[in-house]
């Protein structure tokens, strides 16, 4: 009987360690501040979070802090904004293109249809379109690249123009 239950007991923790997804696959981004300007942030996901495909724009003013994650390291992509003009960073040379609008924005796919993207923007993601995946973006919405974060944990740090 004794080895039942042990057996039973092993089994189940096995179940629940395959079941859980493991912090090892989680990945962050800090973005550090350190110029005299705002910068802005999108971040975007590769295979979602959640339904989440992008969303943005986040403002890191100057010598601020912005700390985002994703639940599989090789997942995140970010597009850091200075002055309306992409920052880069020498030790990230992947990239993606995903869709933004210059306004306050959010891209997910649908809940029942991966190839359908839902598009809001406006303050409080007030408009919306739905469209397919592949087809011309509406007015006001571009392809920007997306620099990838990579297979650990990252610090981004911009730094004053000379």
């Given at each position: ?17 395959l ?128 620099t990838r ?14």
């Amino acid at each position: 009987m004794k080895n039942i239950v042990i057996l039973t007991a092993c089994f189940l923790t096995a179940c629940c360690a395959l079941a859980t997804p493991t912090i090892a696959d989680a990945a962050s981004v800090t973005i550090r501040n350190y110029s005299n300007d705002s910068v802005n942030v999108v971040v975007a996901y590769n295979r979602y979070k959640g339904d989440t495909v992008s969303k943005g724009w986040y403002v890191v003013k100057s010598n601020g802090v912005l700390t985002l994650e994703a639940d599989d390291k090789s997942d995140m992509y970010v597009r850091i904004e200075r002055n309306g003009k992409e920052v880069t960073f020498k030790n990230h040379k992947s990239y993606l293109f995903f869709p933004v609008n210059a306004e306050r924005f959010s891209v997910s796919k649908t809940p029942t249809n991966a190839k359908i993207r839902v598009l809001r923007w406006g303050t409080n993601l007030q408009h919306t379109r739905n469209m397919n995946t592949g087809e011309e973006l509406p007015a006001g919405w571009t392809d920007r690249r997306f620099t990838r974060i990579g297979s650990e944990d990252a610090s981004l740090e911009i730094k004053p123009i000379n």
